[in-house]
């Protein structure tokens, strides 16, 4: 059995290499950042937030409550993860083509999420 920073380590590695592999095959163009077990991804395109945005709404019709942040816990195990990482990929895909059409606003169902801890007026 595996020790606690052990899986920890191995769930993040399995995310952060799957979410640049996908990344890659939809030619989205992304970094990859954090501590192993609490990764995160960032798109590298001016409309970065929106593309994010449109990122949580895919996965949440997908079935995963998702950000471009990852925390690595006990509850993830290798089918989940592998489930979802292709839908990652596929949300991947659909971002890529709509940032190329200059369309990703057009396909987000609220508003564009909030960046930080920005004040907000």
Request: with cysteine.
């Amino acid at each position: 059995r595996e020790n606690v920073p052990q899986h920890l380590a191995r769930i993040g590695t399995m995310v952060r290499d799957g979410w640049q592999v996908a990344a890659a095959r939809a030619g989205l163009p992304i970094s990859v950042g954090g501590l192993v077990p609490m990764s995160s991804f960032a798109i590298q395109h001016p409309e970065a937030q929106a593309a994010s945005t449109l990122f949580t709404q895919i996965m949440l019709g997908k079935g995963f409550l998702a950000t471009k942040a990852f925390n690595a816990t006990f509850a993830h195990q290798d089918d989940i993860i592998e489930a979802y990482l292709q839908a990652a990929e596929d949300a991947f895909c659909t971002i890529a083509r709509a940032l190329e059409r200059g369309a990703v606003r057009d396909l987000l169902e609220g508003p564009v999420q909030h960046s930080g801890f920005a004040r907000l007026n």
